[in-house]
């Protein structure tokens, strides 16, 4: 069972996705969550189904005490690197908050401090608390919602089904038809030799 609070009742969990991806933006959200919320279901997005996760975000949007959602798209990552733009997407969603939070939590181990508001990083925070968990699958579910979009414009890269992670098939598509205005140019596309992860 996930805590409710790392501090205070008052406290913005936040989170981000995408990271580690080849293309496409890196999202990140933050959520405040009411004293009394509750579910069964909520998780680290990472160990959910997706069909899961796509029932629980209208679940955390309706019943957040407030949440925000920010992304960086690839130039601005290539220009800043993916860790400042990691932290810049939950700067982005922590602005978007109609509360201002007493707290903040953030799932992993560095964190670039949020205005004067006090934090904590929490590695596998997402698996601890709640309001984390909220983030991580706002964050993961509006993700995924993009590279689909433009998984239309280049399905040749598969990114409905790899979100634009390296896989061997994504990796296969960049070998063969070289890269689109969505991936990253200062990420290491290809591998001297592609390998399968086991």
Known sequence: MLKAFYKYELEAGTDEAGRGCLAGPV???????????????????????????????????TNATSF??????????????????????????LDQL?????????DGNRFNPYQNIPHACIVKGDGKYLSIAAASILAKTYRDAYMERIHLEYPMYNWIKNKGYPTLEHREAIRKYGITKYHRKTFRQLPDQLKLDV
């Open 68 to 93: 925000g959602i920010a992304q960086i798209f690839p130039d601005e990552i290539d220009k800043i690197n993916i860790l400042n733009a990691s932290f810049l997407a939950m700067h982005k969603a």
């Open 98 to 106: 109609k509360t201002d939070p007493e707290f903040i939590i953030v």
């Open 27 to 61: 999202t990140a959200a933050a959520v405040i969550l009411p004293k009394n919320f509750s579910n069964d279901t909520l998780n680290d997005s990472k160990i959910l189904s997706s069909a899961k996760r796509d029932l629980l975000r209208p679940i955390i949007e």
